[in-house]
């Protein structure tokens, strides 16, 4: 996944980390790490896109997604640009990724959405941004409206409209 990005920006990894010792390799027990210098950098680039959504730096994250990095990239868990932005509640992140057209419905591998990590943790005005661009309440294992209910979240399933409070999908 990573490593079309590595090579169309390879600019993107420092001296630094082009210095890094490759890990050793036990073939008993499998790769321990980067078997490359390559596969390194594009490790490190994958890192540091993600921790720019996580930590809400929609700048550097943005400049990277005008090159041409995928919306929609996922760790290796499943988890978007997009779910790691929502469930930290950078707004202006999620905004960002939304206008360029990140899928607000995407599952990652625990069954979880978007708009589920922004239920979760709380975050009310990220919860109405996901739904002002279409996020689906109802996907997800469990999905928001459930999350929301087990929460006993009211101020947010008034985000979903009063028709939501008490069906089950």
């Known amino acids: 996944m990573h ?3 590595i090579a ?7 001296d630094h980390d082009r210095d890094a010792e490759d890990p050793v390799q036990d073939p008993s027990q499998g790769v321990v790490g980067p078997s490359d210098e390559g596969e390194e950098r594009a490790l490190e680039f994958a890192h ?3 921790d720019h959504a996580r930590n809400g730096r929609s700048r550097e994250l943005t400049g990277y997604l005008d090159l041409g990095v995928p919306v929609n990239s996922a760790d290796a868990d499943g988890n ?3 779910m790691l932005a929502a469930a930290n ?3 202006a992140t999620v905004k ?3 206008a360029r057209g ?3 419905d995407r599952v990652n591998d625990r069954g979880r959405t978007s708009l589920t990590g922004a239920v979760f943790h709380g975050e009310r005005d990220v919860v109405a941004l996901l739904l ?3 996020a689906d309440p109802y996907l997800g294992t469990p999905n928001a409206l459930e999350t929301a209910r087990f929460l006993d979240r009211a101020d947010l399933l008034e985000l979903f409209g009063g028709e939501h409070h008490d069906d089950v999908p």
């Open 96 to 98: 960002a990724l939304l």
């Open 3 to 5: 490593d079309g990005v």
């Open 132 to 134: 002002t661009g279409d």
């Open 48 to 50: 540091r896109l993600f």
């Open 80 to 82: 978007t640009l997009l």
């Open 8 to 14: 169309a920006y390879p600019d993107a990894v420092t």
């Open 102 to 104: 990140a899928d607000p």
């Open 89 to 91: 509640g950078h707004q």
